[in-house]
């Protein structure tokens, strides 16, 4: 196979385990009853990576994220196993990205050491909130001082490149807590930060209490993230994304490859992946997910969805997650790929939102301004063929 014939990909592998559960978070994830589970859960990821490997030659891994849950909650030696796992199966470039979600209260300086030395180059870590009482709320099990000793261990364990991650939105916050959070995490001098805004999902125990959660109201939320935007950028923070901000060169190559509708193969329960031109998704249940594998050998029993994407829903795709990088869309690129007009796709329906300063065009390429970004969900249902606005 020639050099050029190798395709860049990026593997995303589910860990649903968590010390406990937030009150806001519908990701697939559980508290652990024994480490039995923990067990079979990583032999059956062992044996669906070995079953990816060849459809995966021809490829070259360049971003790993792994990610839940919490991975960190495993026992160290089934984490190892997990990226041994991943550097046996599959061809990495020699500069990867391999990223770690790794919780503060789940790590400690000896076991940060072992994962830099196992290849993990990029730490990600959830802050959320530097207030007791806001950490509280969402069901957060670390305090600040929690966090800051996992960070500072984490750069002693030799990681140059970290995330932390925060949230606005969240019940009893004002703009004045939300820029002290800020302030606590941007003077740790990260890498990147992911400042996503709360979202109160069916399901959670937030929503449950969703009439009578003491929530910012929309005026305040506004404020929260412009100023985030400024403060993050007078700080040196970039933003490139909707929601992530990151210093000069260190933009997370993993979820570009979402935002740019590039190649990932995700592997885990509930991981999704958007590989050999389909999509497809694995159960959101652990044991069906570890029975496919482990009993029935082949893997074809833990998919809960499979399908070929048409040309219109990849055009819609190309605008939405296109529209979520600070650099936008190129009408050059569009009609590169897919042979047609981004202007009469929903170019020109993008223009009206130019003169109010929601939008801009520089005769090739449509980008939100921060202030676009906010509304950036009400803007796509309004441009975008119905079908597909959401
Ligand atoms: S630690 Fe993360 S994945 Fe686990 S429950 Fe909380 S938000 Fe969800």
Redesign the pocket.
Known sequence: MRKTDIKPLGLYIHIPF?A???A??D?Y?FVPQDEEIQRHYVSALQLQMEDFAGDCRGYAVDSVFIG???PTVLPPKLLHRVIDAVWRNFSLTDDVEITLEA?PATVDLKGLKKLHRAGISRLSM?LQSAHARELTALG?IHTREDFERSFSDARDAGFDNINIDLMYGIPQQTAASFLKSLDVAALLRPEHLSVYGLKIEEGTPFWTMRDTLPLPDEDEEYTMYMQCVEHLAMRGYEQYEISNFAQPGFRCRHNLKYWTCGEYLGLGAAAHSDFGGARFGAVRDIHTYIDGLELVGQGDTVWAEHAAISEEERKSEFVMLGLRLREGISCREFTARFGDSLDEFCGRRLQAYVPDGFVTFDGDRYAFTPKGMYVSNYILSSVLPMEYAE
């Open positions: 968590c406990s559960k937030c806001y978070c990701f994830s839940g849950g919490t919780n959830g957060r």
